[in-house]
């Protein structure tokens, strides 16, 4: 990877130069790295970066682009998370899952965005039935989350649309068959970039 052309330089240049995470790291630390050819080093402030100060769609790809060159494969994964959050908005939830003996699932959910489950957001069809919609779940951390357990997580919804409502204080239940799998309280709702939070039109 050549610093001249990196997608790390091109991420970089799409920051604020005035940028800065909690521990006061900016764009001229990750153009320190990247004179000296520290690629993981700039990827992981980078990714900071974006986390500290919203970024668009075309910062992540970037980010994702880079960790593919590295063989970061749980990285890409992560930024391509965070490009489609960026284009569709996301809510951030704290997730309980019913024991496996109240009807809960039998096996833990892997860290990560593998799963894609329905949720009852408390939309109902004309006949009264609970009308559920899918959205992709990031479990924060590396450990699994075992049935009964709580997490923080990421929800990333199929149709933004049919979330527009929910508010941090909500409730929604999850469903991977018709019983409940788990119950998720909304903690934060995260716009896509370029729109504001009260703006109702996203």
């Known amino acids: 990877m050549n610093s001249q052309d990196s997608p ?21 630390d990750v ?15 980078l990714e900071e970066l974006g986390d500290a100060h919203p970024q668009p769609p075309e910062f992540w790809g970037l980010l ?38 109240e009807g809960g699932r039998t096996t833990s959910i892997p860290a990560g965005g593998l799963l894609r489950p329905m949720w009852d957001l408390g939309r109902r069809t004309p006949e009264g039935e609970p009308l559920l919609s899918i959205a992709g779940l990031w479990i924060e951390g590396r450990d699994p989350l075992e049935p009964g357990g709580r997490a923080s997580v990421r929800l990333l919804p199929l149709t933004p649309e049919h979330w527009r409502h929910l ?5 929604i239940t999850m469903h991977e068959m018709r019983p409940p799998t788990g119950t998720a309280h909304v903690v934060e709702v995260v716009p896509p970039v370029g729109y504001m939070r009260d703006d109702l039109t996203w």
């Not at 508010?167 to 409730?171: E, F, T």
């Open 8 to 28: 790390l330089l091109k991420a970089a240049r799409l920051c604020p130069a005035d940028a800065r995470t909690e521990l006061g790291v900016g764009v001229p």
């Open 31 to 45: 153009l320190e790295y990247l004179k000296h050819d520290e690629w993981e080093m700039a990827l992981l402030l």
């Open 64 to 101: 994702a682009d880079a960790a593919r060159l590295m063989w970061l494969k749980s990285d890409v994964a992560w930024c391509e998370w965070r490009r489609s959050e960026a284009r569709t908005g996301a809510f951030l939830a704290e997730l309980r899952l019913l024991p496996a003996g």
């Open 167 to 171: 508010k941090p204080g909500d409730v």
